[in-house]
């Protein structure tokens, strides 16, 4: 699959909302047809199962002592209760589904029932920290970061040996998890044994979404944990090269997305993800600097691009409804649902959801549907399915201004599909709050060859244009402000 539709899931809420709605307890053993039948009728090709592993008491304490969390869950849950805060999904005691979600039995079943209407299953993999309840805490204390005395970022854990102080795990720019515990990098028994844990989940999803993903970059590492002994030399071997390399020997399939930041993309894609959060662009989209989302997307190779996931909201960022209006967001949903590599849809917000709930939590506030927001996911995923974005060969072109002295053609983000010779899809998106004008460079082979009709699958234009016009001048658009649409073109017969 080269441009999947991939739909997050919060596990946890979803399954409590399906049982308060149908009325019965529902795990991953006893979705109802309808879940899955209505996935396949979006277009979505992957599911990811957002937090469907086990977490342990230890963690879940954490989560329920910390003052500023608990005000965050009462501010999004005003009824909520001790129950409903079970913990962290990334601070993982084991990859195992918990009994209250279905348990392996039910993981299976789920992932069958997904294949039978064409989908597949990403879970999560956290390569950086565990859970504080995880056994190897106990049992191989040597795959953590320590140190022999207490300092701010650590935390006691008796061992054979003695006391030890094991690091919690951390981006380096935040406080750290106090939840987790620091995976070793430095030591390449901890690199085995993370590449077995790998190889465990082959067999039980399709790909894995790979949490905080530079923070294991040697360079990175090294710089993070720079206080901390290393209990080996330097190793200039990277881990995700080694994982990633034997993970697709056994299944060349399985698919690799990271989460990632800091400009480091390009490295990460070097290294063997199959797709890397595009970071930047969603920045530029959400804080409304469309100049600065066209500029970075221009400037990006095409291989880059495609190995890109793109999105506008996930279980870490704010609801894109909370933020943008409905023209501005309609004109920013067609832009990533267009763009080459991976879109990345999140669990609400094809219906307007507006409040981001904390990943501790186990219930959710429930929100009234938005018409207009659910109306034009509905028609963009359709028009989309219909044609050649996400099949055929997508490229991202650079318009050309209208006349001299004209800048509205930086206020486009244009989009070229190919699917069959003689048609093709053209997806237009003027950023800015006002009319603009651009000539179109189309790329597509013997132009000249045909007069072309074009239909706007998300509007009511429909255009004819001769062939040696578009070869030799472009295609002239002169659009309304926030417009967003999606031609479909072929002979004039």
């Given at each position: 699959m080269n441009h999947p539709v991939m739909y997050e899931i919060n596990t946890r809420c979803w399954l409590r909302d399906l049982s308060s709605k149908n009325?019965?307890?529902?795990d991953l053993r006893n979705v109802p047809e309808l879940e899955f039948t209505r996935w396949q009728n979006l277009g979505f090709t992957h599911i990811w199962l957002m937090g469907s592993w086990t977490a342990g008491p230890l963690s879940r304490a954490s989560?329920?002592?910390?003052?500023?969390q608990l005000l965050r869950?009462?501010?999004?849950?005003?009824?909520?209760?001790?129950?409903?805060?079970?913990?962290?999904?990334?601070?993982?005691?084991?990859?195992?589904?918990?009994?209250?979600?279905?348990?392996?039995?039910?993981?299976?079943?789920?992932?069958?029932?997904?294949?039978?209407?064409?989908?597949?299953?990403i879970l999560d993999f956290v390569p950086n920290h565990v859970g504080l309840n995880h056994p190897w805490v106990r049992e191989?204390?040597?795959?953590?970061?320590?140190?022999?005395?207490e300092t701010p970022e650590t935390f006691p854990v008796e061992t054979r040996t003695g006391n030890r102080w094991f690091a919690h795990g951390k981006d380096p720019n935040f406080p750290a998890w106090d939840d987790t515990a620091q995976l070793e990098y430095r030591n390449p028994n901890t690199h085995a044994a993370m590449i077995e844990l790998l190889h465990s989940l082959l067999a039980r999803c399709d790909g894995v979404r790979c949490d905080?993903?530079?923070?294991?970059?040697?360079?990175?590492?090294?710089?993070?944990?720079?206080?901390?002994?290393?209990?080996?030399?330097?190793?200039p071997v990277e881990f995700w090269s080694t994982a990633i390399r034997s993970v697709k020997e056994a299944r060349p399939d399985f698919l690799f997305l990271a989460e990632v930041y800091w400009d480091l993309e390009a490295r990460l894609q070097s290294l063997g993800f199959d797709y890397t959060y595009d970071k930047r662009l969603y920045d530029y989209l959400v804080y409304r600097n469309f100049p600065e989302a066209i500029r970075h997307l221009?400037?990006?190779?095409?291989?880059?691009?495609?190995?890109?996931?793109?999105f506008l909201e996930n279980h870490d960022e704010p609801r894109i409804a909370s933020i943008l209006n409905l023209p501005e967001h309609r004109a920013a949903a067609l832009s990533v649902l267009s763009l080459p590599g991976l879109r990345l849809l999140h669990e609400g917000q094809l219906i307007g959801a507006r409040v981001r709930t904390p990943v501790q939590l186990a219930r959710r506030p429930?929100?009234?549907?938005?018409?207009?927001?659910?109306?034009?996911?509905?028609?963009?995923?359709?028009?989309?399915?219909?044609?050649?974005?996400?099949?055929?060969?997508?490229?991202?072109?650079?318009?050309?201004?209208?006349?001299?002295?004209?800048?509205?053609?930086?206020?486009?983000?244009?989009?070229?599909?190919?699917?069959?010779?003689?048609?093709?899809?053209?997806?237009v998106v003027n950023f800015a709050a006002h009319r603009s004008q651009c000539y179109a460079p189309l790329t597509i082979p013997n132009l000249v060859q045909h007069n072309w009709r074009l239909s706007d699958l998300l509007g009511e234009e429909t255009h004819e244009r001769r062939g040696d016009d578009l070869q030799n001048h472009g295609l002239y658009l002169d659009t309304s402000a926030h417009s967003a649409q999606l031609f479909h073109c072929h002979p004039v017969i």
């Open positions: 009325g019965r307890p529902i989560s329920q002592a910390r003052r500023d869950y009462v501010e999004v849950l005003p009824d909520c209760k001790e129950e409903d805060v079970v913990g962290s999904p990334y601070a993982i005691a084991a990859y195992q589904v918990p009994e209250g979600l279905g348990g392996e039995p039910g993981l299976k079943e789920f992932r069958q029932r997904l294949a039978a209407h064409g989908l597949k299953l191989r204390p040597n795959f953590f970061v320590q140190k022999t005395q905080m993903a530079m923070l294991l970059l040697a360079d990175v590492f090294a710089e993070t944990w720079h206080d901390f002994p290393s209990p080996a030399p330097a190793d221009k400037n990006l190779s095409p291989e880059f691009i495609n190995a890109s996931a793109h429930n929100e009234p549907v938005q018409p207009d927001i659910a109306e034009m996911y509905e028609k963009l995923l359709a028009a989309i399915q219909g044609g050649a974005v996400g099949r055929g060969k997508g490229e991202v072109l650079k318009p050309r201004s209208a006349w001299p002295e004209n800048p509205t053609a930086d206020n486009y983000l244009i989009v070229q599909w190919q699917l069959l010779p003689d048609e093709f899809d053209l997806v």
